[in-house]
């Protein structure tokens, strides 16, 4: 048994570049990969850019949509990110072939103006990691994001959580890791990219599954293991 840190996040737009552009109009992530996850560990602690490697390998950590997540983004031209209405268009989850710099593709909760709301899993291979990562997140020194730094998310809840993990096939509300292909199953996949140690050095460019509409992943063997944590079950990212 592990204890971890159970993170409940809040926001209204969410948006994950692409692992294979650096391009700011591409499309979203059906949900935060790990690098994102990463980000919003050091904007919590207030560390530098590159100073959040260092904390790479020393953390698990999984995600899961606590509200019902549908293949929709919201296409927003930037200058009307700031204020975000029903009037921009919701278009199907699908890459567009001809993007333009003046677009960013969104995710968005089917139900305007809803928030799209999310637990953060975090196991710290420390007792002194995990302390300091908990009080930075009940304070953090910076504001935490869904993505980029437009779409903002409010921390909810922060608390200490006993975790079991699992290496065994799993059933799932959350993002997991496996490079099978899933048929039959109601969700999104997309390509998760996970470095190890020395920042910018990759490991392996990982497939991942996102439920979509709360709809779970059966019998699903995640790559990397999993957390159970009460009647939820974590893949590590």
């Not at 979203?28 to 994102?36: L, T």
């Not at 960013?104 to 196991?123: A, C, D, E, M, N």
């Amino acid at each position: 048994m592990n204890m971890a840190i159970l993170v409940i996040l809040e926001g209204i737009w969410a948006h994950y570049r692409s692992a294979w552009t650096n391009h700011s109009n591409a499309l979203s992530y059906p949900a935060p990969p790990r690098s994102s996850l990463l980000g919003m560990a050091g904007a919590a602690l207030g560390l530098a850019y590159r100073e959040i490697a260092t904390w790479d390998s020393v953390l698990e950590m999984g995600f899961m949509w606590d509200t019902a997540v549908t293949e929709t983004v919201t296409q927003v031209r930037r200058y009307k990110i700031e204020t975000p209405s029903e009037e921009n268009y919701l278009k199907p989850l699908e890459y567009t072939k001809n993007p333009t710099l003046d677009t960013v593709s969104y995710l968005h909760h089917p139900g305007i103006p809803t928030r799209l709301r999310g637990k953060w899993l975090i196991v710290a291979f420390t007792e002194k990691d995990e302390a300091k990562l908990y009080e930075a997140l009940v304070h953090p020194v910076y504001p935490l994001s869904f993505g980029s730094s437009e779409a903002l998310a409010r921390i909810v809840d922060v608390r200490k959580v006993e975790a079991n993990r699992t290496d065994g096939p799993i059933t799932t509300l959350s993002s997991v890791p496996c490079d099978e292909l899933l048929h039959s199953q109601n969700a999104v996949p997309s390509v998760m990219a996970r470095r190890y140690q020395r920042y910018g050095e990759w490991l392996d460019h990982t497939r991942v599954w996102t439920p979509i509409d709360q709809s779970p992943l059966t019998n699903i063997t995640p790559k990397f293991g999993a957390y159970k944590v009460g009647g939820d079950i974590f893949a590590v990212l």
